[in-house]
């Protein structure tokens, strides 16, 4: 019989107590449930006499945002354990380091980040991350490829895809991400200044046919193993640290979906600029650094990618002349394509981004709100057209110029 149950915080301790050399001998240890995320329990254990913490974070079986009529496998803990692991091995040191998991509890044990801040409020409070897209590309360059047809043994990824079939977390992309913005869910959420433009998503047959191709993508194209909700909520930064957290969306899906995940989340804070940046100076040198992370991330991951396919490629077609050049253009294109429909969903869906929800004044919100749909509706529109990351950052720039 299961023994699974929520853990109280006194039982989040006993289970931290149990990780070796962790905590001091004596020191008593504390604990608080910080999880604010959709979906789990999140406790921090630590212990005030020597600093050292832990986080032990358990997933509930209902997505925490929306309750318990929404029922969720709790499969998902150890899709997120397996996960980082497999993360810490292709991107070493962007990882949260993982002590222990129990998959019937659905809980991980791992390093306490309290160091780091999580990305999307460090770019609230205003912070810069210098060193954040060189971590980022390399992340994404180091999990996408070795875990494609490029870069594993090609029999080996179809025994791995088996461990990441991920269908409850899938749905709620499937919905939340490739349904419900286009149409008037029950599941939507946004300001009622809003619904002018709700109804515009809902009537635009020709951004349907452009997200009818990207979910048909999403549902079956099972390229490499995706992080699969890599928003600026589920990255831990400093100025020299990166860490990735969080990947219980994880499965074999289109490597652009993670790349447009980032891209869009460092989009949305560009459009939030209508209110975080005090004038027009500061809002356009804000912007250009938002603007050149996107361009290093890309550019950086592009030529990581294109090395690691020429260095450690497995398979012999792949290095058929001109088929590189195909996949990293159709690479992007998806990438422009995923990164639009991230950004529409934030604003109508279900799930919003504090970066722009919490713009205090509603005339400086819509107005965000409304650059990030028409950056959003654009990317889907033209991705099949994109040739370059510049061009998506044009979209961008163009959009915020109107
Ligand atoms: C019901 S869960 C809503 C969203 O939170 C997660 O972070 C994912 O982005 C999901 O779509
Ligand atoms: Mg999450």
Not at 172 to 195: Q, V
Not at 228 to 253: C, M, N, R, W
Not at 304 to 329: H, P, S
């Amino acid at each position: 019989m299961s023994h699974y149950h929520p853990l109280t915080e006194q039982e989040a301790i006993e289970v931290a107590r149990g990780i070796a050399g962790v905590f001091g001998p004596e020191g008593e240890l504390g604990c608080r449930e910080i999880g604010d995320g959709n979906l789990n329990l999140v406790f921090h254990v630590s212990q005030a006499s020597t600093g050292a913490g832990l986080i032990v974070k358990q997933a509930l079986p209902y997505a925490k945002v929306v309750g318990e009529s929404w029922p969720l496998s709790l499969d998902r803990a150890r899709i997120e354990s397996e996960a980082l692991g497999i993360e810490a091995r292709l991107a070493p040191g962007l990882v949260p380091k993982v002590y222990h998991s129990d998959n019937e509890l659905a809980l991980t044990v791992m390093e306490d980040l309290s160091s780091h801040v999580i990305m999307r409020q460090g770019l609230i409070d205003g912070g810069v991350y210098p060193l954040f897209a060189g971590h980022i590309s390399d992340f994404l360059a180091g999990t996408l490829f070795f875990t494609s047809d490029l870069g594993m043994n090609q029999q080996e990824k179809k025994t791995l895809t088996r461990s990441f079939v991920n269908p409850d977390l899938c749905k709620i992309t499937e919905d939340l991400i490739f349904d419900h913005p286009y149409t008037n869910a029950d599941t939507n959420s946004f300001d009622s200044h809003l619904r002018p433009d709700a109804e515009r998503l809902w009537a635009d047959g020709e951004l349907h046919l452009e997200v009818a191709l990207l979910r048909e993508k999403f549902l079956t194209h099972a390229q490499a193993l995706l992080h699969g909700d890599l928003h600026t909520g589920s990255i831990f930064v400093t100025e020299q640290s990166t860490k990735v957290i969080d990947p219980e969306f994880a499965y074999f899906g289109p490597m652009g979906f993670d790349i447009g995940a980032i891209i869009a989340n460092l989009l949305l804070h560009y459009a939030a600029q209508e209110h975080w940046s005090a004038d027009a100076a500061s809002r356009k040198e804000r912007r250009q650094y938002l603007i050149g992370t996107i361009r290093d991330i890309w550019n950086g991951f592009e030529r990581k990618f294109r090395a690691l396919w020429n260095e450690r490629g497995v398979d012999r077609i792949a290095k058929t002349a001109g088929y590189q050049d195909d996949y990293m253009r159709r690479l992007l294109q998806d990438t422009a394509g995923f990164a639009g429909a991230k950004a529409v969903r934030r604003i109508v869906g279900l799930a919003h981004v504090a970066d722009i929800d919490k713009i205090p004044d509603a005339s400086a919100r819509a107005k965000a709100q409304r650059l990030a749909l028409a950056i959003g509706t654009a990317l889907i529109k033209r991705n099949r057209r994109i040739s370059s990351v510049e061009e998506i950052i044009e979209i961008a720039d163009s959009a915020s110029r109107e």
